[in-house]
């Protein structure tokens, strides 16, 4: 299986090649005698190159075509000490391991067809597993309107949908990595008519990630058992959209998410679809390079999910700040089988985060932002050699209601970034974290002292933590990232 993994990846590589250097060859094609590889004869046009931001572009004005790559590379490597409980045992053998890690390798093809008709195809092969990131289709031509289907990021969070490229941190708050939805396949409309109100609505469907997602969503097909319809709909409000150094945004997202969904998990060849009529929430405490879950609850018999959240941002000249609250309410269904008899068993769960940041270019480097998204885009640099940005950010998630612990957690989080240039940038985060008895790995990890002093993973029954509650570590961080 693993061969014809990596027969399948090369063989992607190739088509991607290919697919990308055509235009290349079609720009030296005679307009009059233009035939493709059907023996069909096409239109042809010249294609003019050029270099944006060291990025190859090729397009023709007079046609609307514009054709480019958009790769990326980010190199990571974290290191967690003052660790506090945490352990592997009672022994006190460190939990978390220091390392590095190939965080984003991805390779993209964007096409302007013309001025209505867009297209792209992002893939992801971080540390050698590919991963289908963007490919949908993009409609223009109304006036004001966009119209989008394909797998994409559904219009929720500001953090969420901030390219990865543009990110303040290393990596997003945990309330957006546990709750925000990301890339699902579905339809999306966005209405901008005026440079100071946008708003969107979209459907989506299930998610198309890896091999093990599209294979859980297929045994259930066979089952007669669908991944369910979702709604999400954004609106914003940016008084001074239409100045370049300054603005404010306002925004509230709002979602519908049908309880009949799955996630990756897999028994072997049979599809266990632990998340099926159910949730699995969990995140890391805003680093990637340990793969450890601290914070995470599984229950089952949820009717649907309501998930809202409001944002606040705005920037001047080289400072911006921006912030989030999301809160997900889980409606459950008393009837459903898997549900425990228990009265709070039957009660809305209640769970809810939030993150305030802010950054600052120290020479003379200017914050923008993008109002056709919403969202905050690359930084101007303020000298030749570029520019450095100072960065503080708090971040904290709660997944304890109604008889169900998942743990709750916090993160205080400094960073600097130097701009060397409009492709190459370097990160390093410090990051204090603290976690409460509740967020122990599923009972893996010790959270707390019993009443002898000695270390235990247990909140009740025999044994249980009495002192010294919750799972502490700091992490330090490093990124160097290259786009092309």
């Known amino acids: 299986m693993t061969q014809l993994k990596n027969y399948r990846n090369v063989f992607l590589l190739a088509l991607v090649g290919m697919f990308c250097y055509t235009p290349i060859f079609a720009q030296i094609e005679d307009e009059e005698d233009a ?14 190159a050029a270099a944006q931001n060291n990025i190859l572009v090729l397009g023709n004005q007079e046609k609307g075509y514009k054709f480019w790559m958009d790769n990326r590379v980010q190199f990571d490597a974290a290191h967690y000490f003052n660790l506090k409980n945490g352990m592997l045992d009672a022994d ?41 990131e963007d490919a949908y289709v993009m409609y223009s031509g109304l006036q004001g309107f966009e119209f989008k289907v394909g797998n994409f990021k559904e219009d929720f969070s500001m953090d969420q949908t901030t390219t990865s490229r543009y990110s303040t941190f290393m990596e997003r708050p945990m ?11 579905g339809i999306q409309a966005q209405w901008i008519g005026v440079e100071w109100f946008r708003i969107s609505a979209g459907m989506s469907w299930q998610v ?18 669908g991944m369910g319809t979702n709604f999400t709909g954004k609106a914003v409000f940016m008084p001074w959209g239409s100045e370049e150094f300054y603005g404010l945004h306002i925004g509230y997202n709002a979602s519908y998410r049908h309880a009949k969904k799955t996630d990756d998990d897999r028994d072997g060849a049979t599809a266990s679809g632990r998340g099926y009529e159910g949730n699995y929430f969990s995140t890391r405490n805003a680093t990637a390079v340990s793969r450890l879950k601290f914070i995470s609850t599984e229950y089952y018999g949820v009717k649907y999910d309501y998930l809202h959240g409001a944002e606040l941002a705005g920037y001047k000249d080289g400072f911006r700040f921006q912030g989030e609250c999301i809160m997900n309410h889980s409606i ?8 425990s008899n228990h009265e709070l068993a039957a009660e809305t769960k209640f769970f809810w985060g939030y993150y305030v940041q802010a950054s600052y270019m120290l020479f003379g480097g200017k914050q923008r932002y993008d109002v056709t998204q919403s969202e905050f885009t690359q930084p101007s640099r303020g000298r ?3 520019d450095i940005e100072v960065m503080a950010r708090w971040d904290y998630v709660n997944l304890n209601s109604k008889e169900l612990y998942g743990g709750a957690g916090q993160n205080l989080a400094l960073g600097l970034v130097y701009h060397v240039n409009n492709n190459v940038k370097m990160m390093l985060n410090y990051q204090i974290s603290k976690n409460d ?22 909140t009740s029954g025999l044994n249980p933590a009495v002192s010294d509650f919750g799972v502490r570590f700091h992490t330090i961080q490093a990124r160097i990232e290259i786009d092309f």
Do not use: C
């Open 35 to 48: 035939v493709n590889q059907y023996g069909v004869k096409v239109s042809s046009f010249p294609l003019q």
């Open 92 to 132: 006190g053998n460190p939990f978390m391991v220091s390392g590095v890690s190939m965080r984003r390798v991805r390779m993209a093809a964007k096409a302007q067809i013309n001025k209505d008709w867009y297209g792209e195809v992002d893939l992801n092969f971080a540390n050698g597993v590919f991963e289908l």
């Open 175 to 185: 309330v957006v990595q546990m709750f925000a939805p990301s890339r699902h396949i």
């Open 208 to 225: 198309i990630d890896t091999e093990d997602t599209r294979y859980n969503v297929e045994e259930f097909n066979k089952q007669g058992k």
């Open 332 to 339: 459950m269904d008393p009837d459903h089988p898997k549900l």
């Open 384 to 386: 030749n050699w570029g």
């Open 437 to 458: 008895k509740y967020a122990g790995n599923k009972g893996r990890a010790m959270i707390g002292k019993d009443a002898d002093g000695n270390y235990t993973a247990a």
